[in-house]
């Protein structure tokens, strides 16, 4: 990493109020050249709820003065009832956060500082709204990065997959927001007179976001919403889509640049869940802030940079690994295709068995258990570990060992002739490469409730005794099997965390000679008359001086423990956001969170997932600190929720809140 403390531009920053259409107003903090008033120059927005403040503060200081060293207006803005600015938040994605997103992109653009031209950016949620305020035309938004988000709010989210519940992201992320919107104003931007207030505000305005999720178990309108899938053609801003093989949206990516009609590139590395120039694992990391300023001076200062001279998608393919669950960088290559989809990627249709004898497939409810971290953060324990175990869970096809390298790029898909013994059912399929001495590294995976099997609009039940063919898409993968390797298929009805299971246990049968894997398989010669694809060394602004301290009391990221007499497995985890720190101004932000999953043997009602978080904010005298509580369970019929927030100042009780809440199982 390179850090760069002196730029062409002297960089001031300050923090201002920005007034929106009902008169509330957000907080923002704006670093721009000195210089802006007489040279205006274009601005860049990045629209979050996680806290200027605090949360986000190091990883601002990384980005945002690099941007006003090189001639922007960076702007961070907390969202309408987070960080410090006014108002409460209702859900994710709203209509007013979309609508304040608009107003602040118009407030910016008429700044004497600004030229009139406005960018925006951001990651998961600030690369979501990003695309939905895109979609919402703002004049004066000429361009957006759109890094690690979603087209597709209900099937490529935090909350359900290919139709089911995500066990293990709709409790946990629920639990998060509840904890993320409790917190309070800091009283040195809002003032010693008005914090609490506006702290009570939120807190009596709370309402777990679960609840609004789990009504919604179908594609309906409220996911539609936001979902720029939707209608791609809304979008006419260019758009710079990255993501990662190792985060759960890099679908995205390769939906964007095939189905987006304004101007779009993408760019798909081997990253989690992190900006591209964090250098944390998987890597390599690369100069990202570089490769977004060739973005922001084509589109918003009319500069040549070649940026569009790119293919259309560039991407990493991972060359094979030993199973870990975390590598500093991986081995591989960047590819670049001038279309999607590519004529270099060929669909290769391998049947999983060449018989047709019936296999049952009955895995054992704590399938899933290797599965990883749905979010990779860049943690020591987030990629899933040797598949042997989840193998031996599972039904699994092998193929022959292959005589030559194979590089996929793309969806691959299973297709499926089965039959279910009950009338509600899931069905997993994993992709692994199968070394020569038994290691089992996971490629990619898919999940679908065969209740949405027609379509995630609406719940059909399966009639049992009767077979169908269901095709289902697998996460997207760039990856190189080689020589020697095998491909596996491994299916199972089970995959817990990940999906929360139905309410009755069942079976699957499955027929293999009437069945396929099918891998979109790239030519490995296809880049032979191309430039090699390059990036610049990660560079970034000075860090902020952070102290980051060690846990009191340190503990396993992750566990699985199995009570043999009862037969319950627990998978214990904690998600490791940051821990505690102290910044420079004195505030010291404690952090600490834990998430718990547990299930029995035999008994899919038994799933239980839980979490909880405790945060704490001081600094000369002012002292808060919020306590969460978050589980859900499920009978047969229904989904049961308990939720609860404890919220304290200076030791005394500002608000104790409690919630237990009930949804009716429709497809879930």
Known sequence: MRYREAFDREVRVEDVWIPTRDGTRLHARV?????????????????????????????????????????????????????????????????????????????????????????????SWGGFNALQIAALRPEPLKAIVTVCSADDRYDNDVHYIGGAVLGIDMLAWAGTMLAFTARPPHPTSVGEDRWMPMWRERLDALEPYLHTWLAHQERDAYWRHGSVCEDYAAVDAAVLAVGGWADPYR??????????????????GPW???????????????????????????????????????????????????????????????????????????????????????????????????????????????????????????????????????????????????????????????????????SSTLVTRGVLNLMSRHGREKAVEWEPGTYEDVEF??????????????????????????????????QLTVRPGQSALLLPVRDPGADAAREPITFEEPEQATPLAVTVDAPAEPRPERTVTHDVATGEWVLDVDPNYGGSRTYPDGLRYEESARETYRIRSGDPLSAVASSRWTIRLRRDGWDAEIRTATELRATAEEFIMDSSVEARANGETVAHRAWQHTIPRTSA
């Open 473 to 506: 898409e697998l996460n997207g993968t760039g990856y190189a099997f080689p020589p020697g390797h095998r491909i596996r298929v491994a299916v199972s009805d089970a995959y817990w965390p990940w999906v929360w299971p139905h309410g009755e246990r069942g």
């Open 251 to 268: 679908d995205t990516v390769l939906r964007l640049v095939e189905h987006i009609d304004a101007p779009v590139r993408g760019l798909i």
């Open 31 to 123: 670093w721009r050249p000195t210089d802006a008033e007489t040279a205006p120059v274009p601005a860049l927005l990045e629209y979050l709820p996680y806290r200027k403040s605090d949360w986000t503060a190091p990883r601002d200081a990384q980005r945002h003065p690099w941007y006003a060293g090189h001639g922007y207006a960076s702007v961070r803005v907390d969202l309408r009832g987070s960080g410090d600015s006014e108002g409460v938040m209702r859900d994710e994605y709203d209509e007013t956060e979309l609508a304040d997103g608009v107003d602040v992109v118009n407030w910016l653009a008429a700044q004497p500082w600004c030229t009139g031209k406005v960018g925006m950016f951001g990651i």
């Open 272 to 438: 989690s869940h992190q900006y591209p120039d964090r250098g944390l694992p998987p890597g390599p990391a690369i100069g990202f802030l570089q490769e977004t300023l060739r973005w922001w001076d084509h589109w918003l200062k009319d500069t040549d940079t070649g940026v569009m001279d790119e293919p259309l998608l560039r991407a990493w393919i991972n060359d094979p690994v030993p199973p870990a669950t975390s590598y500093d960088t991986m081995p591989g290559r960047w590819v670049g295709d001038d279309a999607w989809p590519s004529p270099s990627v060929t669909w290769d249709e391998r049947p999983l068995g060449g018989g047709d004898e019936p296999v049952i497939v009955r895995s054992p409810l704590h399938t899933g258990l290797d599965a990883g971290r749905y979010f990779p953060f860049g943690n020591a324990t987030d990629l899933p570990p040797d598949q042997r175990e989840e193998d031996g869970r599972s039904v699994c096809f092998d193929s022959a060992p292959l005589d030559e390298r194979v590089e996929i790029l793309g969806r691959p898909r299973v297709r499926l002739r089965l039959d279910s013994a009950t009338r509600r059912a899931h069905v997993i399929a994993r992709v692994c490469d199968v070394a020569p001495d038994g």
